[in-house]
């Protein structure tokens, strides 16, 4: 009798995009028996352990990095033999090391990168008359992520077992994070409700019930800012101005394959999946 393949989507998404994009590629990827592993709003209380099947992995990138406390949450997922989707959404500045720092820590779990994907979410400082890829991921990038997916799996079928390595942009030692000034958003108590939707969807228990955040716990992903019901949440930072002049031309998904590679074993991006085939 076959075994039933599992297809695990996981996902850190504060604002839901990485979440998207994962789903996407997961409905791409075509697999019926899914399960979902949001590692979002909480850190996993014991190793969680995969064996065969695929996965999806997105996660979102802060600073040209992916998020330390999506690092720190996968790092309790191990797999054996699970082939494995990488996409890291950016705010459309630039994604820098995020993607080979997503493939080489998967790899450490015991995953075997297939494909990885850099997809465009609305950056986490975008406001109202200060846009930076507002709506994104939006109906073409959907479109795109399931095509990705599937050519990912109609593509590994070439290969067998004998599956190449995956080669993506990026640098090694991964780019060093300049000094994080504690910084979070602040409450207009004049119109906040005290609903406490902010304290259930901070990924980092940052909000505590007088609204308040802690600056030492926030990681600025500003979920609260974009789903208070109230616009009571706001968060001032110099940077949206300068992402606003200087990212607002929106910039293309770029997608790699397993043995896909200019010469000097340089990365080549696609940036229509069918090509690859």
């Not at 075509?30 to 979902?36: A, Q, W």
């Not at 790092?75 to 989707?85: C, E, G, L, P």
């Not at 110099?238 to 997608?255: A, G, R």
Request: a neutral charge; aromatic letters at 10%.
């Amino acid at each position: 009798m076959k075994t039933k393949e599992t297809l695990y989507t996981l996902f850190f998404s504060p604002t839901h995009t990485s979440q998207t994009i994962a789903q996407a590629v997961a409905d791409g990827l075509g697999i019926k028996h899914e399960v979902s592993i949001n590692l979002t709003y909480h850190t996993p209380k014991e190793d969680i352990h995969i064996d065969g099947g695929w996965a999806v992995i997105a996660v979102p990138v802060y600073g040209g990095r992916i998020s330390e406390t999506a690092v720190e949450r996968l790092s309790f997922i191990h797999a054996k033999n699970t082939r494995a989707i990488l996409c890291v959404l950016y705010g459309n500045r630039d994604y820098e090391d995020a993607l080979i720092e997503l493939s080489d820590l998967t790899q450490k779990q015991g995953f075997i990168p297939i494909s990885g994907g850099a997809f465009i979410g609305e950056h986490s400082y975008s406001r109202k008359n200060k846009e930076i890829a507002s709506g994104r991921p939006d109906t073409q990038d959907i479109n795109m992520a399931y095509r990705f997916g599937k050519i990912s799996g109609e593509y590994i079928k070439n290969w067998g077992n004998k599956i190449p390595k995956l080669i993506v942009k990026g640098n090694v030692p991964y780019k060093v994070k300049g000094t994080q000034i504690p910084q979070a958003p602040i409450t207009l108590y004049d119109i906040c409700s005290q609903c406490g939707h902010c304290i259930n969807i901070c990924p980092t228990h940052a909000i505590n019930n007088k609204i308040e955040s802690s600056p030492e716990f926030c990681i600025k992903c500003c979920a609260c800012v974009k789903e208070c019901p109230n616009e009571a949440r706001i968060f001032e930072t110099p940077f949206t101005d300068w992402l606003y002049k200087n990212c607002s031309i929106p910039k293309k998904i770029e997608m790699f394959f397993c043995g896909k590679y200019k010469a000097d074993n340089q990365p080549l991006p696609f940036y229509h999946p069918e090509d690859v085939l």
